[in-house]
């Protein structure tokens, strides 16, 4: 159920076996982003563009909060293994979204607590869950152009 700072989230199966063939995730009362035109399994829809969930998903690594969104760590280290990273692109869709990055203290200086996080994580559908160290030097490595450095 959506709320104040809260997306929808829907779950597309299949009516013949249940099988949940995908999720997303709806913004209600946000202001308009860059989108497209996407179709999976024969439906199509109008959703965010990579760059602009990227950005989103960065946004919260960047702060605090991702101790408890471990998943937009998750959902980065699937987007680097499908896009490429633009960082204009992404930079682009922060300012035009209004999202403010953080100093990603959290993200860098607190693994241990990450770790943690990403333990109690469950992956849905019988997907192998990666190593975290994997996961985490792979986003590491991704957005490394917007990580302030050492």
Known sequence: MYGEGRSAGFEVS??????????????????????????????????????????????????????????????????????EFNVSAVTAALRDSRRVLGNFEGFLRRPDDLRHSYDKFRFAGGVNKPLFEEVYNSVKEFIHELLPED
């Open 14 to 83: 299949d009516p013949e076996t249940d099988e949940i063939l995908f999720s997303m995730d709806i913004d209600v009362n946000r202001p308009f982003s860059d989108s497209r035109i996407y179709e999976m399994e024969g439906i199509r829809f109008r959703g965010m563009t990579p760059s602009q969930m990227m950005a989103d998903k960065i946004s919260v690594i960047s702060t605090d909060k991702v101790f408890r969104r471990i998943k937009d760590i998750v959902d980065l280290y699937y987007l680097s293994g499908v896009f």
